[in-house]
């Protein structure tokens, strides 16, 4: 068995993420000097993009971009300064004029990519929601180009819930030792949203909605009015599941519910993936699945397998009396000593086995424990301005959605597939790598 962590050693790497590693391009007379407020552009003004106008009212919001011009004009009304787009790639080229120093993206999930790249290209900062990537080629496509810029630009992918202090004490709990030498990880979702296929064609897009940039680079796709009913909070979830738009739920509560699982495993890319579930529908991704990803050992942690599940199937309970169903979406960690079940605000140890009497473990003190992250979007803000390190930068959150979208390669082939990280590519089964990428429509290329 490979050897625990050590915790002086964890606790100084965990204090490498505050280390200054971004060049500013911002000139700095203090903090909060009117003069170091970023210039930024709001790239989709409904949905998600609600949830940060209070953040975003403390910087110069100076171009608004959505494809719906009622949801732009409302997004004026707060940000009355800003001049508004209807498409994100003249925004871009216009961004010397508008003075920009980075994009916060919450557009539709498969416009993501492009935008984060786009952005990256012209030298800007990006915050963009999660998912970060709808297939492995743009997972990796996003990764590259923010490696060639990361010690100039940041970058924070939008999973928000990171920021919860339950998110550090899962970590300190299994990097320290709690349940032994780590074996398993599991997480699951209970979300079920069935639909048939595509929805048919319904009317015409009304005079307000530019339809065919929301299609943006998917397939075409006759308009359907159900495509944008729902809420700010819930729009999503009626585009969400349809192959050309998103990946359902492994993107969706996939992308924070395995982000749990995943600053406590110190993982990088998987070797192999497995995956069932309902049968494979060529326009709706899956309700019910099961994806089962091996990673190899690390310096502090041996080899292990973690499986996500979502839509009724569950990984077993570690005991009769425990229901895991009660927990709508979490993670559970098993190692040699025990086991550590968690959502995103709790968690609960279960030691087994004779020698499970936790002399093993000692918790930390109190002046070890990893400081809260704080403001998740504020945490981007400094950033950009040369102020420390994000906690999810697209190195991180491209590898988690690069491993659930293997997983769903592995759907579509009905096989195993094993997977070489360094090129990208499955190994033992050619015909998955097609898998790997979509179609994308003319005028709308992954790296402009």
């Not at 930024?40 to 971009?65: D, K, M, P, W, Y």
């Not at 998912?131 to 100039?152: C, F, G, H, I, Q």
């Not at 979830?237 to 739920?249: A, I, P, T, V």
């Not at 499970?356 to 950009?384: H, I």
Request: proline share 6%; hydrophobic share 40%.
């Amino acid at each position: 068995m490979r050897p625990l962590l050590n915790r002086r050693r964890f606790l100084q790497t965990s204090a490498l993420a505050t280390v200054p590693l971004i060049v500013p391009q911002l000139r700095l007379f203090g903090a909060d000097a009117p003069s170091n407020r970023l210039n930024l552009a709001l790239i989709g003004t409904f949905g998600r993009a609600h949830a940060f106008f209070t953040s975003l009212e403390t910087q110069n919001v100076t171009a608004l971009c959505d494809v719906d011009e009622k949801h732009l004009a409302a997004a004026k009304e707060r940000f009355p300064a800003a001049r508004t787009y209807v498409d994100w790639r003249k925004l871009l080229d216009d961004h010397r004029a508008l003075g920009l120093d980075g994009v916060v993206v919450c557009t539709p999930d498969h416009t993501h990519a492009a935008i984060a790249i786009w952005a990256m290209n012209r030298g800007l900062h990006v915050y963009c929601e999660k998912p970060l990537a709808n297939t492995v080629e743009e997972a990796r496509a996003v990764r590259a180009t923010y490696l060639k810029n990361k010690d100039k630009l940041a970058t924070q992918t939008g999973t928000q819930r990171h920021a919860l202090p339950n998110f550090n004490r899962v970590s300190e709990l299994i990097r320290d030792g709690a349940v032994g030498n780590l074996k398993n990880v599991y997480a699951w979702g209970n979300r079920k949203l069935p639909r048939p296929g595509y929805l048919p064609a319904e009317g015409t897009p009304p005079d307000h909605l530019h339809y065919d940039l929301w299609l943006g680079p998917a397939a075409f796709h006759p308009y359907n009015p159900g495509y944008f009913s729902g809420g700010p909070g819930l729009n999503c979830l009626n585009w969400n599941m349809y192959w050309d738009f998103g990946n359902g739920q492994v993107g969706d509560m996939g992308s924070h519910t395995m982000d749990l699982a995943w600053k406590a495993i110190d993982a990088g890319l998987p070797t192999s993936a497995t995956a069932k579930g309902d049968l494979f529908n060529p326009e709706v991704s899956p309700v019910e699945l099961e994806m089962t990803f091996e990673h190899p050992a690390n310096s502090w942690r041996g080899p292990i397998t973690v499986g996500w599940y979502q839509g009724g199937a569950m990984p077993p309970s570690p005991r009769a009396f425990i229901d895991l169903g009660k927990i709508d979406h979490g993670v559970m960690f098993k190692g040699d000593r025990g086991f550590l079940i968690a959502d995103f605000n709790s968690r609960t140890l279960i030691p087994f086995g004779d020698k499970a009497d936790l002399t093993y473990y000692s918790p930390r003190k109190k002046d070890e424990v990893l400081p809260n992250l704080g403001d998740f979007m504020g945490q981007w803000f400094a950033a950009c301005r040369g102020q420390g390190k994000t906690a999810c930068d697209f190195e991180y959150g491209s590898k988690l959605i690069e491993q659930m979208l293997v997983g769903l390669v592995a759907y579509r082939a009905g096989a195993k597939v094993e997977y070489d990280g360094a090129s990208g590519r499955i190994t033992n089964l050619a015909e998955a790598n097609s898998f790997l990428s979509r179609p994308r429509r003319e005028g709308w290329a992954l790296n402009g």
